[in-house]
């Protein structure tokens, strides 16, 4: 079936600093890819996604790119801020007909440290 | 705001009590979910309703009961649950296709956080 193994946290980072999260998934054909994002309290807010091999989803200063060929979906920053303080999901999303293993698959989260 | 919300934020109650969770959304959706978040574990998907079709995960006990009585609003009943089922329950929905194309993205909302005694 499906999976989605995401590094395992937390990441603790200085404001500024370059973020990497990585994922890798294990799916048949060619699935959606999504990156959720959970801040304290709060329930998952969708960061960005990508549905196709070499597409890149970005959103508020993050990106991801679809690589078919390592089966990966990291999730990177430039620079960031104690905002960004958070738990980090990767997911994905298989095709076809909806029944109870082809729905959305979530990795282990990352929870993300980022220090003033 | 994702447009999708729900009640209550926090509920504390007791073995033996009955409760109800609920979810609604504003988006025009066609499909929604119950999702189980507890600590240190993955997200469990516990219950689908999409394109008027009930789709559960076999292992999900008894003691959670969902009702979808249209396309808009979700309840999980919950029933002489155990100290291990305190977790956020999260409810989400989509706007699903037919003919086995993409589907769309899953809007969450804030959660439910359960604690039972």
């Known amino acids: 079936g499906d999976s989605v193994t995401q590094m395992e946290g937390p990441v603790t980072l200085s404001e500024e600093a370059f973020l990497t999260i990585n994922c890798t998934y294990t799916?048949?054909?060619?699935?959606?890819l999504f990156w959720y994002v959970q801040y304290p309290g709060e329930g998952l807010q969708l960061l960005l996604k990508?549905?196709?091999?070499?597409d890149k989803g970005s959103n508020k200063g993050f990106e991801a790119t679809y690589r078919k060929e390592t089966t990966s979906f990291h999730l990177e920053k430039g620079s960031v801020q104690v905002s960004d303080s958070a738990v980090y999901f990767c997911?994905?999303?298989?095709?076809?007909?909806?029944?109870?293993?082809?729905?959305?698959?979530f990795g282990g989260g990352t929870r993300l440290m980022v220090k003033p | 705001e994702t447009g999708v919300t729900q009640t209550p934020r926090h509920l504390v109650m007791g073995m033996t009590n009955k409760k109800s969770l609920k979810c609604e959304q504003h988006?025009?959706?066609?499909?929604m979910y119950w999702y189980k978040q507890s600590a240190k574990k993955p997200l469990e998907l516990m219950f689908v309703?999409?394109?008027?079709?009930?789709?559960e995960n076999n292992s999900v006990p008894s003691r959670f009961s969902p009702e979808c009585p249209n396309s808009s609003h979700l309840f999980l009943h919950l029933h002489t649950l155990q100290p291990e089922d305190s977790a956020l329950y999260l409810c989400?929905?989509?706007?699903?296709?037919?003919?086995?194309?993409?589907?769309?993205?899953?809007?969450f909302g804030p959660g439910t956080r359960l604690t039972v005694l």
């Open positions: 988006l025009g959706h066609n499909a």
């Open positions: 997911a994905l999303r298989g095709r076809g007909w909806v029944n109870a293993g082809n729905m959305l698959t």
């Open positions: 990508a549905t196709k091999a070499d």
């Open positions: 799916a048949t054909g060619y699935p959606s």
């Open positions: 989400a929905s989509s706007q699903e296709t037919s003919g086995g194309t993409l589907r769309d993205t899953q809007y």
């Open positions: 309703y999409s394109l008027e079709e009930r789709v």
